[in-house]
C-alpha cells in the first residue's frame, strides 16, 4: 500500500498551510481527509471551492446532506459516510434519514427520496440519468437549477470519495462515532 502523509497546518506544503488553518479554525481540527489533500494544494483548494459553493447552492440543507451521504455510500466511501453522517445528525437532520441513507435504503420523505434517488442514479450511471427519472425529481417539487446543485454535490463527493480510495485516509476521532463499512 502507497503510503500517503497526513499534514497538519503547521508541515503541509506552504501553499496548502493557510487552508489547513482555515479548515481549523472552522472545524476546530484539520480532517486528517485535508491534511492527506494537502499534499497537492490545488486538489484541497478545488475541494475546498466545490463545499464552498455547494453550500451556497439552492438545495435545502436536509437535502445537501442527503446528496452527500449518498453518493459516499454510493461510492463505497467508509471516511466519507461516517463524517457526513455525523454532520447530518449536528444538522437535525433525522436519525431514522441517516439511518436509511447509511443503509442505502429509500427515505420515508418523497422530496428527500427524490435527493436520494437522483443522486444515486447520478453516481451508479455517471450522469447518464434517464429522463424519466430527471421528470420524477422536477415533479417532487425541485428546478432544474437543483438538478444541476445535484451534480456539483457529487463532483464534490467524487473529489474526497477518490481520495479516500486511494490514501486510505484514517478516520477522524470526530467520525468515529458514526464508523461505516460497506
Same mark, same amino acid.
Given at each position: 500500500?502507497?503510503?500517503f502523509?497526513?499534514?497538519?497546518?503547521?508541515?503541509?506544503?506552504?501553499?496548502?498551510?493557510?487552508?489547513?488553518?482555515?479548515? =481549523?479554525k472552522?472545524?476546530?481540527?484539520? !480532517? !486528517?481527509?485535508?491534511?492527506?489533500?494537502?499534499?497537492?494544494?490545488?486538489?484541497?483548494?478545488?475541494?475546498n471551492?466545490l463545499?464552498?459553493?455547494?453550500? =451556497?447552492?439552492s438545495?435545502?440543507l436536509?437535502? =445537501?446532506?442527503?446528496?452527500l451521504?449518498?453518493?459516499?455510500?454510493?461510492?463505497?466511501c467508509?471516511?466519507?459516510?461516517?463524517?457526513h453522517? !455525523?454532520l447530518?445528525?449536528?444538522?437535525?437532520?433525522?436519525?431514522?434519514?441517516v439511518?436509511?441513507?447509511?443503509?442505502?435504503?429509500?427515505?420515508?420523505?418523497?422530496?428527500l427520496?427524490?435527493?436520494?434517488?437522483l443522486?444515486?442514479?447520478?453516481?451508479?450511471?455517471?450522469?447518464?440519468?434517464?429522463?424519466?427519472?430527471?421528470?420524477a425529481f422536477?415533479?417532487?417539487?425541485?428546478?432544474r437549477?437543483?438538478v444541476?446543485?445535484?451534480?456539483l454535490?457529487?463532483?464534490? =463527493? !467524487?473529489?474526497?470519495?477518490?481520495?479516500n480510495?486511494?490514501?486510505?485516509?484514517?478516520?477522524?476521532?470526530?467520525?468515529?462515532?458514526?464508523?461505516?463499512?460497506?
Open positions: 500500500m502507497i503510503d502523509r497526513v499534514y497538519d497546518e503547521s508541515d503541509a506544503p506552504e501553499a496548502a498551510r493557510p487552508m489547513l488553518e482555515a479548515a =481549523k472552522r472545524m476546530g481540527f484539520v !480532517t !486528517t481527509l485535508n491534511g492527506v489533500m494537502a499534499e497537492s494544494p490545488e486538489l484541497l483548494a478545488g475541494y471551492a463545499a464552498e459553493q455547494f453550500g =451556497k447552492s438545495l435545502p436536509q437535502a =445537501k446532506q442527503v446528496v451521504i449518498t453518493a459516499s455510500v454510493e461510492n463505497g467508509e471516511y466519507c459516510v461516517a463524517a453522517s !455525523t447530518a445528525l449536528k444538522a437535525r437532520v433525522p436519525a431514522e434519514v439511518a436509511s441513507l447509511r443503509a442505502g435504503k429509500p427515505l420515508q420523505e418523497p422530496g427520496e427524490a435527493v436520494r434517488r443522486t444515486q442514479l447520478v453516481v451508479a450511471q455517471r450522469g447518464w440519468v434517464d429522463d424519466a427519472d430527471i421528470e422536477l415533479a417532487a417539487g425541485y428546478t437549477r437543483q444541476l446543485d445535484v451534480v454535490g457529487v463532483g464534490m =463527493k !467524487t473529489l474526497s470519495n477518490y481520495t480510495h486511494i490514501a486510505h485516509t484514517p478516520l477522524d476521532p470526530a467520525w468515529q462515532d458514526q464508523e461505516w463499512s460497506r
